[in-house]
């Protein structure tokens, strides 16, 4: 059975930083990409960040370009996604995605709160 398990959220100053983990089992973790999506409350959820499964290639959302990295430890099948320079706009769940055999997976997400 996949699972994907998030942590590391928190509430935040402007400014600040966080680094949210994901870790994966059920599935050969090294083989997939995984991603990084959120939700804002009445919004739609949104990508923010991909990494190839040999975290060779990565990219991100326009929005969080220059202030987002997203890596992986295939030892340890998890990813990461460290956040820098939060701004309030980046409050939301964020949620942990993996799509295996055609399917996608998701965490159960973790609170992201960006205020002063």
């Known amino acids: 059975e996949v699972q994907l398990v998030e942590s590391g959220g928190g509430m935040v100053q402007p400014g600040g930083s966080l680094r949210l983990s994901c870790a994966a089992s059920g599935f050969t973790f090294s083989r997939y990409d995984m991603s990084w999506f959120r939700q804002a409350p009445g919004k739609e959820r949104e990508f923010v960040a991909t990494?190839?499964?040999?975290?060779?290639?990565?990219d991100y959302a326009t929005s969080v370009k220059g202030r987002f990295t997203i890596s992986r430890d295939n030892a340890k099948n998890t990813v990461y996604l460290q956040m820098n320079s939060l701004k309030p706009e980046d409050t939301a769940v964020y949620y942990c995605?993996?799509?295996?055999?055609?399917?996608?997976?998701w965490g159960q997400g973790t609170q992201v709160t960006v205020s002063s």
């Open positions: 990494i190839l499964w040999s975290g060779g290639r990565t």
């Open positions: 995605n993996a799509r295996v055999a055609g399917r996608d997976y």
